[in-house]
């Protein structure tokens, strides 16, 4: 599977090691930065990665920042991205299990590595619904629709 990361300041120190574990997963992995610890504005990188994914460029996107809150706003900003906060192992699957999530975020300054490791393998590893969640997500589809450009 071809993914598109990215990260700010707060999420940099676990962005290295899940890329090395993606990549041993097989999958290929677009990097959108950033690559220190140094005070950055993550709304830059939570675009590119979402604009990435709604090209088709990728087929899911991550992102992660100190709490995934701000990067998951600003990736739904953009048209045709479901972005759920993985804030837990069971909410990791039902993002895309009930709400066809595309992207994925995390907050590292409130979960550990590992976790996000594991989470991620659970968000590209489910499965999306169909019947009444999808009757729901064409809901936010249309409503996406007529009030986007």
Same mark, same amino acid.
Do not use: W
């Given at each position: 599977? !071809?993914?598109?990361?990215?990260?700010d /300041?707060g999420?940099?120190?676990?962005?290295?090691?899940l890329?090395?574990? @993606?990549? &041993? &997963?097989?999958?290929?992995?677009?990097?959108?930065?950033?690559?220190s610890?140094?005070?950055?504005?993550?709304?830059e990188?939570?675009? !590119? *990665?979402a &604009?990435? *994914?709604?090209?088709g460029q990728?087929? !899911?996107?991550?992102? %992660?920042?100190? =709490?995934? &809150?701000?990067?998951?706003?600003?990736?739904n900003?953009?048209k045709? %991205?479901?972005?759920?906060?993985?804030?837990?192992?069971?909410?990791?699957? @039902?993002?895309?299990? /009930?709400n /066809?999530?595309?992207?994925?975020?995390?907050?590292?300054?409130y979960? =550990?590595? +590992?976790? $996000?490791?594991?989470?991620?393998? $659970?968000? @590209? +590893?489910?499965?999306?619904?169909?019947?009444? /969640?999808? %009757?729901?997500?064409?809901?936010i589809?249309?409503?996406?629709? !007529?009030?986007t450009?």
């Amino acid at each position: 599977m !071809k993914i598109a990361i990215g990260c700010d /300041h707060g999420g940099f120190p676990a962005k290295d090691p899940l890329v090395k574990h @993606l990549k &041993e &997963e097989g999958h290929e992995v677009i990097e959108f930065g950033t690559n220190s610890t140094e005070s950055c504005h993550y709304p830059e990188f939570a675009f !590119k *990665v979402a &604009e990435a *994914v709604a090209s088709g460029q990728a087929e !899911k996107g991550i992102l %992660i920042c100190s =709490s995934g &809150e701000g990067m998951a706003i600003c990736a739904n900003k953009v048209k045709g %991205i479901r972005c759920g906060i993985g804030y837990n192992y069971t909410v990791s699957d @039902l993002i895309v299990e /009930h709400n /066809h999530c595309n992207m994925i975020a995390f907050g590292a300054k409130y979960m =550990s590595t +590992e976790d $996000i490791i594991k989470r991620t393998d $659970i968000f @590209l +590893e489910a499965v999306p619904a169909s019947g009444r /969640h999808q %009757i729901r997500v064409d809901m936010i589809t249309d409503y996406e629709n !007529k009030h986007t450009k």
